[in-house]
């Protein structure tokens, strides 16, 4: 047992992250399971969230998460999971939340097509610099 004020601390916080980490692995596993056990989309997106939080806590490294998330996505294919549907279907479920309302134009809130200014156009073109020209001329070919 540490005596030293310090390493009683330490001991405490790492007792403490081991619980939490212990914690994360578990949710990992049984989401992991849950997921053989009934391959669903559903399943599927819940193991690879707690894979993706395990990740984020710095339980698991990223590389390891992305290896075994691709062998649940391999697992999901083989099944005959359908993964496009479930990406799909919040997608749809938004934009029609999202889509706002047009109203219809009416004939006097629109302006006639002649009360346009043609003229901020002509100004705007002779502002502008033209490029300059080369100024070697190029010799006279002989007949």
């Known amino acids: 047992m540490p005596i030293i004020k310090s390493a009683i601390k330490r001991a405490k916080q790492a007792t403490v992250r081991r619980e939490r980490n212990v914690a994360t692995k578990k949710d990992v596993k ?10 669903t989309a559903k ?9 993706d939080t395990a990740v984020k806590k710095n339980v698991l490294n990223k590389n390891t998460a992305a290896r075994r998330k691709s062998a649940l996505a391999k697992v999901a294919k083989e099944a ?9 279907a919040p997608a749809a479920k ?3 939340t999202k889509a706002p309302a047009k109203k219809p134009a009416t004939k ?18 002779t502002t502008a610099t033209p490029k300059k ?7 006279a070919t002989k007949k």
């Open 133 to 139: 020209a080369s100024t070697a001329k190029k010799p």
């Open 94 to 96: 938004t934009a029609a």
């Open 80 to 88: 005959g999971v359908k993964l496009d549907a479930a990406k799909k």
């Open 43 to 51: 399943t599927l997106a819940a193991a690879q969230s707690e894979i």
């Open 30 to 39: 049984s989401a992991v399971k849950t997921f053989h056990a009934k391959p």
């Open 108 to 125: 006097t809130a629109a302006k006639p097509a002649s009360a346009k200014k043609p003229a901020a156009k002509a100004t705007a073109k």
